[in-house]
């Protein structure tokens, strides 16, 4: 174990999740690790920050009945101080394209870990499924091979090599493990945007239609998207910084000037 390496290991499985018990003991190899994750399933909770939080201590490590992001600020605050990495996942099911990178609650400890000036690494497992919900599948601890090898390898090494020099976290995305390592893509996330809703009476039913369209030979994202490095059986590492960038222009900045002329200003209307 090394004596300089600290990880804070968290997830929004839950903290009695198959694949942060992974990650914890692949990651105990090469640092010390602190575990700080949700109490219970926190999936899909974005960045949601609670007021106050109660943490129970588990055999893993600590338990905060909150978020995610809950998580990494109390790591940070007190139960984790100065961790050299952050480390959230591995999540049962993928987060691909732009559109989840604010819902993910894997991925928002990695952001949350960002404004802190701390690298992180997010990792999720596509995990395909037919009409079985993805919280009714059980995998073993085996399914997660390849994510804990390709995250403790970019814990042992992306430091040093100078990777989060040009980004502020990872996105992570592998297959199932499936015998020898896959390969590795450096990929952009997917822009594709298929969400739907179906009312039945007084209930509206959302439903992600892009999970429709993970077959390999027909999946229609482009080359270099994580969304198809995944399906093709391909590892998808995406460098991505926070907080995110504003874009000026001078279209935007005239419209301003004319704000006061249009409404008037405080002078004129009195």
């Known amino acids: 174990m090394s004596d300089s390496l600290e990880i804070l290991l968290t997830n929004d499985d839950g903290i009695d999740s198959t694949g942060i018990q992974a990650l914890h003991d692949a990651l105990g190899a090469i640092a010390d690790v602190t575990v700080v994750a949700p109490a219970t399933d926190q999936s899909a909770c974005g960045r949601s920050i609670s007021h106050?939080?109660?943490?129970?201590?588990?055999?893993?490590?600590?338990?905060?009945?909150?978020?995610?992001?809950?998580?990494?600020?109390?790591?940070?605050a007190d139960l984790c101080p100065d961790p050299d990495l952050v480390v959230a996942g591995c999540n049962k099911g993928a987060n691909l394209?732009?559109?989840?990178?604010?819902?993910?609650?894997?991925?928002?400890?990695a952001v949350e870990a960002a404004?802190?000036?701390?690298?992180?690494?997010?990792t999720s497992m596509y995990v395909p499924i037919d009409d079985t919900p993805l919280g009714e599948v059980d995998l073993e601890p085996d399914?997660?091979?390849?994510?804990?090898?390709?995250?403790t390898y970019l814990a042992e090494h992306a430091l040093e090599a100078g990777v989060f020099d040009h980004a502020a976290y990872l996105n992570v995305n592998v297959p199932v493990a499936d015998g020898d390592p896959a390969a590795v893509e450096i990929t952009d996330p997917s822009k594709r945007y298929e969400m739907d809703a179906d009312r039945d009476?007084?209930?509206i039913h959302m439903k992600d239609r892009i999970w429709e369209s993970m077959d390999p030979e027909t999946i229609p994202d482009p080359e270099g998207t994580d969304r198809r490095a995944v399906a093709e059986g391909r590892i998808s590492i995406s460098p991505l910084t926070a907080p995110h960038s504003t874009n000026h222009h001078d279209v935007l900045s005239a419209l301003a000037e004319t704000y006061h002329e249009s409404v008037g200003s405080p002078a004129r209307r009195q």
């Not at 109660?54 to 809950?70: F, Q, S």
């Not at 732009?98 to 991925?107: A, D, F, H, N, P």
């Not at 399914?143 to 995250?151: G, K, N, Q, S």
């Open 201 to 203: 009476g007084g209930r």
């Open 97 to 109: 394209g732009e559109y989840v990178l604010g819902r993910s609650g894997t991925i928002s400890a």
């Open 143 to 151: 399914a997660y091979a390849e994510a804990t090898r390709i995250t």
């Open 52 to 76: 106050e939080v109660d943490v129970d201590e588990r055999e893993l490590g600590y338990a905060v009945h909150g978020t995610p992001a809950d998580c990494v600020v109390a790591g940070m």
């Open 115 to 122: 404004f802190f000036d701390v690298p992180a690494i997010a």
